[in-house]
């Protein structure tokens, strides 16, 4: 094999950040908040690293580099085709329940075409689900909201794996080594103050000049019991309780807390991609080498291998632009050249919960059958690969008042125990200033100027029996996804998503004639008594499970051990959301962050030392 040859020079232009060379300790397929972060952390220990990213890095772009940014431009990040790879999914097995989804997505003559009534001939695609394709990944496109799962997350995997290392309070070691925190005090406990990942929170001062939108917080404390007299300072302090505390009753908190997000000391956004680029500003030496526009075709197995199971030796991958068939540029007749790299320790696969057991699955890992079926050589059958699937379950209510619009709503979300809890706190509730009614291409779509919306989230479901199977052998086509939402805990779940609808309406109700807010028009999705609607108009967009950990020795379903360690193989691993064997709470962008710190510390104890 090629011994790695280091030539530390940045390109402009970001096609290749330092000259490649052709064998690497490590390789790293995915930049998002569980490969970019992991990257790093394994190049600043002395390993070389390829960092491979498939779209392309927008930070310094002249026209989009306001809009990835600013974190209230994130309708605009993630409908920007030059940042996305589009995705059309299932929700379930029924094809009449699926085209009551009033945002099916459909291909007519003249682009997409949104709703229930499609044009003659349009192509029915699915539902649509953004994917981001950029350096830094989702973490580039999203809210940028971080909020800690509960501690039964961490708790459970600790149990079902016997590893004690993922018990909460070890993990809570993780998150403040990892947190670099703008809005509490240095050294408040719990937090972190030197780590990479910058986190800041608004500090209500937009309660002082918003009427209307202090208004609706009003009434949203007064539907929790709060006197809804406060002063404004009272309110600000609401606004500034901590999600992310240390307390040992966190997780069954409710009421308002202000929205924490990766974003710097500036209110701007910070992702993977400004870790990456700090590495290597801050040294030119870094032995990690990026290239973007690369996207992975398979795995090359050490044919003479003899140390046990089938072993990594390298991966081919084509370097090109919008090579992979979800993008909405993809061209058939683009040009992409063929690489391959040597790998010297370990390949660690970091695609998403969509692309990473697609990447398993094209290399021979996976069901047997389904490897068959594309005459995919099997390397290990490994059934949990593409199972497991699940998603948090999202819906909203929109309101239009007397007024155009509230305007600005303020940053903060309001934390709910329904009636079918089972442990804590079980749904996230916050205001936008827009109608919303999922995601869909061109989203928020037609209400945005004259409505606001009270979006919600269901943070333990129950159901997480969606699948991402292969639509073929060929790695550039997207795989297929079938959510299969509602199929266990249907009742609970929507009795849940049915209570928050109706905290909204009573909300509106507190809501006083004389604030010139009234009458307040429910505009959809559904009705506050509809289980039905909730269950055909659920949305998600934070996708997990496709890859779960468990325990490998007992567990046929478990496809990592606890070391993020594929089973049936050796050297590869898969460190991104597809590892969680249930969704970790609402939003699972810093569970993510702080999984890609565990792997490093994983990888960096091993025996490669």
């Known amino acids: 094999m090629l011994r790695p040859i280091f030539c530390a020079c940045l390109i402009l232009g970001l096609e290749v950040f330092n000259a490649a060379s052709q064998e690497y300790d490590y390789v790293v397929v995915g930049s998002g908040p569980g490969g970019g972060p992991l990257a790093v952390d394994l190049a600043k220990a002395g390993s070389s690293v390829l960092l491979l990213e498939a779209g392309s890095d927008l930070l310094d772009d002249p026209i989009y580099s306001g809009t990835y940014q600013d974190i209230t431009s994130a309708a605009s990040a993630v409908n920007n085709p030059n940042s996305r790879w589009d995705f059309f999914v299932k929700h379930s097995d029924d094809p ?185 500003a801050d040294d030119p030496d870094l032995p990690l080498f990026v290239e973007v526009n690369s996207t992975f075709t398979d795995i090359a197995w050490d044919p003479l291998w003899s140390g046990g199971p089938p072993a990594v030796m390298g991966i081919n991958y084509v370097v090109g632009p919008s ?136 943070k333990n479901p129950h159901s997480s029996q969606g699948t991402v199977t292969l639509r073929s052998a060929d790695p550039l086509d997207p795989p297929e996804v079938n959510f299969r939402f509602f199929e266990e805990g249907a009742n609970q779940d929507l009795q849940g998503m049915l209570e928050a609808v109706n905290f909204v309406g009573n909300m509106k109700a507190r809501i006083a004639n004389s604030s010139g807010l009234v009458p307040i028009e429910e505009l959809g999705p559904c009705p506050s008594s509809s289980q039905a609607c909730l269950k055909n108009q659920a949305y998600s967009r934070h996708a997990t499970g496709s890859c779960a950990i468990g325990n490998t020795a007992s567990d046929p379903m478990a496809v990592l051990d606890s070391k993020f360690r594929v089973r049936g193989v050796d050297r590869l691993r898969v460190v991104d959301a597809s590892v969680f064997p249930k969704p970790p709470g609402a939003f699972p962008i810093l569970p993510t962050f702080m999984i890609s710190r565990k792997a490093a510390k994983v990888i960096l104890e091993s025996n490669w030392k």
């Not at 010297?344 to 094209?362: D, H, R, T, V, Y």
């Open 323 to 458: 090579a992979y068939k979800a993008d909405p540029r993809y061209d058939p007749d683009r040009n992409v050249t063929s690489k391959f790299v040597y790998i010297g320790k370990e390949l660690i696969i970091a695609g998403g919960a969509f692309n990473s057991p697609q990447i398993l699955k094209l290399s021979g890992i996976g069901p047997a059958d389904e490897l068959k079926k594309h005459n995919i050589t099997l390397v290990a059958d490994v059934p949990g690969v593409g199972a497991n699937l699940g998603d948090i379950y999202e819906g909203s209510v929109v309101l239009r008042t007397k007024k155009s619009s509230v305007g600005n709503t303020g940053s903060y979300s309001v934390q709910l125990k329904t009636s079918v809890s089972e442990n804590g706190s079980d749904i996230s509730l916050w205001p936008l200033p827009y109608g919303f009614e999922g995601y869909f291409p061109g989203f928020p779509g037609d209400h945005e100027a004259i409505a606001f919306t009270i979006a919600f989230a269901l």
């Open 96 to 280: 009449e329940r699926e085209l009551q989804y009033k945002h099916m997505t459909w291909r007519a003559k003249d682009g997409f075409y949104v709703g229930l009534d499609p044009p003659e001939g349009a192509e029915q695609l699915g539902i649509w689900y953004p994917r981001a394709s950029t350096l830094g990944g989702g973490a580039v496109i999203d809210d940028a909201v971080l909020e800690l799962p509960p501690d039964t997350t961490w708790d459970y995997i600790a149990n079902i794996t016997g590893d004690n290392s993922w018990a909460a309070a070890e993990m809570r070691k993780i998150y403040e080594e990892i947190e670099n925190s703008h809005y509490v005090k240095n050294g408040t406990e719990g937090h972190g103050f030197s780590g990479w990942l910058e986190t800041n929170r608004g500090n209500g001062s937009w309660i002082d000049n918003d009427l209307d939108a202090a208004t609706v917080l009003r009434a949203m404390l007064g539907q929790l019991g709060v006197p809804g007299n406060m002063s404004v300072g009272e309110l600000r302090n609401q606004l500034n309780r901590d999600i992310n505390a240390l307390d040992p009753d966190r997780d069954q908190a409710t009421g308002v807390f202000g929205l924490v997000s990766h974003t710097d000391s500036e209110g701007r956004r910070f992702s993977p991609a400004n870790y990456i680029r700090r590495a290597l």
